[in-house]
């Protein structure tokens, strides 16, 4: 199993948020989390990524052999996790391009693999940047600093396409999209999928599903998961809302 | 020993004691010290310190037996080597250096803009052992690097400075503060700036835990100048920060700019008064905080707009970011506008470093301890990279990153 979370229970500030939540995926698999504002599917995205708010009241979560609670925030991101931020922070002051460079290379080490130099990443990141139609003065600017909602989500998915993680989370990556940045995210989502990674994507609207089609669909509820299915649950969502699940 | 003993003891060696006009000006300010309740709530030359470390000390000065000029005409490049608040005289067709006059004294001691109550100030004046006096001449464009070192432990430098900018000239001047020993430099500069002359004036403190630095300057501008001071303090011992600052004609401008990185027990406190007085003027004050540990700050910032100076613009800024639970910095920015027509605003945030920020980038596989150096570098990477002297931008580098060295 690449992802095994098992009775998860989480609170923050004395409520609790999940509540014994089960949710398996293998290598290669795109699963969809769905469900109504305020059932837990960000805090879900936060807990796996590490943010230390939560407090972990029950279960375990295993992510390729580790425990996953074993590791802190940069070695789950070094060992292939990754968040495409809801809300991605504004840094003013960092730029772009060395923050991309330091994480990636942080990566490579853990990996035993060797660094990537100047030049070599400067062409890397200039082609997946060309790819998301992202503009090179861009790349000169402070991380998502100024940026539009659109231009944000796009930065994550370009930072997700440098560091080409085992695992990528997307916490409402279509929110604030029109139609044509939708498209221009879900098919650089489309080209980094291979079968030897795998996708969590939490969305409340089908849209996005349109775009990139899940293996398994589930249907979070109060903090667990109350069913999983195929896309076929996407279209029972869209059509009848989430009221039926709760 | 009480200040009016030390006085009595020591007042051979000090400059001008024998002057009638300025040992009455002395003879009150002793009596301001004898009289004086030290009210700490409101005098601001007293937060944050112990003023009585400063007035019970044991007068001790050294005439230094070499100070230096050099100059490289070829570059319009001066270096001068302060010793004990002395250096040598000099003069070229460009500038002209000479000792400190009682004529500089008087002048000063006339000014009102200056608090009375600044006792660090009348300290100045009471002590008086050292200085020097440049003037650049008009329409010349020249840099100059002082570095200022004090000799022996114990030693209690009292200096006054007169910088003149005559008329079309430009100056960029480097102050640089970098003593070891345990020692007192107490540095007033006087500075006037003519119609149409810059002056870029950058002071680098970088001095050990147990030299104190006072420092306090005044600055007049007259119409078309502009004055610009960029202080990075680096010191681990107490450092003090006080500019004055006058727009007295039209069009004139002052641009302070201060960033200080504190660590330890260190105490660092500056203040700013910019007084606008004429038409047309512009100021802007941004003072920049770093604390770790059990350091403390503070920052008084004053920006007073006379009803004949219409069209101003002044801007204050401070921030501070607390890198410990026990590090505090107190900023008060304040704005005092007699004329309508004028744009002005102030700001302060202080708070410990953005968590969200810091999750953002651990999460790209950055550790915590790379992610907060990456963030205070971020916090002040504006002011850095604005310094446009590659070489002086090279040594502010290299003094953070030996602070972020011992961030943990």
């Known amino acids: 199993m690449f992802l095994e979370i098992k009775d998860l229970s989480v609170k923050i500030e004395n409520k609790n948020i999940l509540n014994g939540l089960n949710l398996n995926i293998n290598k290669g698999e795109v699963h969809a989390i769905m469900g109504p504002n305020g059932c837990g599917k960000s805090t879900l995205a936060n807990v796996l990524a590490g943010k230390e708010d939560y407090e972990i009241l029950n279960g375990k979560i295993n992510f390729k052999d580790n425990d996953l609670f074993d590791l802190n925030i940069e070695e789950r991101a070094q060992e292939g996790m990754f968040l495409a931020f809801q809300y991605p922070v504004e840094i003013p002051g960092v730029n772009i391009t060395p923050f991309l460079h330091s994480a990636i290379n942080s990566k490579r080490k853990r990996m035993n693999e060797e660094e990537i130099d100047n030049l070599s990443f400067a062409k890397l990141l200039k082609s997946k940047a060309s790819d998301l139609g992202i503009n090179i003065d861009m790349l000169k600017r402070s991380v998502n600093t100024g940026f539009s909602g659109g231009e944000k989500k796009r930065y994550e998915i370009l930072q997700m396409s440098i560091l080409n993680p085992d695992l990528a989370i997307l916490d409402e990556t279509d929110s604030g999209l029109d139609i044509d940045a939708l498209k221009i995210v879900t098919e650089g989502v489309n080209k980094l999928k291979t079968k030897n990674n795998s996708f969590l994507i939490i969305t409340h609207y089908q849209k996005l599903l349109d775009y990139i089609k899940p293996d398994h669909v589930h249907v979070m509820v109060n903090g667990s998961i109350v069913k999983s299915g195929g896309s076929e649950i996407a279209a029972e969502i869209e059509k009848d809302g989430f009221q039926k699940f709760q | ?408």
Do not use: W
């Open chain 2, 1 to 408: 020993m009480n200040i009016q003993d030390n006085y009595l003891k020591n007042k051979e060696n000090i400059f001008f004691s024998q002057n009638k006009d300025i040992k009455n000006h002395r003879e009150k300010l002793i009596n301001i010290f004898k009289n004086d309740k030290f009210d700490r709530k409101n005098n601001e030359s007293l937060k944050n310190i112990n003023l009585k470390n400063f007035i019970d000390f044991n007068y001790k000065y050294l005439i230094p037996e070499e100070t230096s000029v050099i100059n490289n005409n070829q570059e319009n490049i001066y270096s001068i080597l302060s010793v004990n608040g002395q250096c040598s005289s000099f003069k070229d067709e460009k500038i002209e250096i000479t000792k400190i006059l009682k004529e500089d004294y008087n002048d000063f001691s006339k000014n009102n803009t200056i608090e009375k109550n600044d006792h660090f100030v009348n300290l100045n004046s009471l002590f008086l052992n050292s200085g020097f006096k440049i003037v650049i001449k008009k329409n010349n464009n020249i840099k100059i690097k002082i570095s200022n070192i004090v000799t022996d432990d114990d030693l209690t430098i009292f200096q006054k400075n007169s910088i003149i900018c005559e008329e079309g000239s430009s100056l960029s001047l480097v102050d640089e503060y970098e003593n070891k020993n345990n020692s007192t430099s107490n540095i007033f500069n006087v500075i006037k700036l003519e119609k149409n002359s810059q002056l870029n004036h950058f002071l680098i403190q970088d001095n050990s835990s147990n030299h104190n630095l006072i420092t306090t300057s005044h600055s007049t501008c007259k119409k078309d100048s502009t004055y610009i001071q960029k202080v990075y303090n680096f010191s681990e011992g107490y450092v003090r920060n006080f500019h004055y600052s006058e727009l007295i004609e039209i069009n004139s401008e002052a641009d302070l700019q201060g960033i200080f990185f504190l660590k330890d027990n260190n105490t660092s406190n500056n203040k700013t008064f910019v007084k606008h007085l004429a038409e047309d003027c512009k100021s802007n004050q941004v003072y920049k905080g770093i604390l770790n540990d059990r350091s403390k700050a503070t920052y008084f910032s004053n920006t007073y707009v006379d009803q004949v100076a219409q069209k101003t613009e002044g801007y204050q800024l401070s921030k501070g970011v607390l890198l410990s639970d026990n590090a505090s910095y107190f900023s008060k920015p304040e704005l005092k506008i007699y004329a309508d027509d004028v744009k002005c605003s102030h700001g302060s945030t202080i708070g410990p470093i953005d968590e969200n920020a810091i999750f953002y980038l651990r999460s790209r596989g950055m550790s915590k301890i790379a992610a907060t150096k990456i963030l205070i570098s971020s916090f002040i990477n504006e002011e850095l990279s604005s310094i446009d002297d590659d070489q002086m931008s090279q040594i502010i580098q290299k003094k953070l990153v030996r602070y972020l060295s011992k961030v943990k």
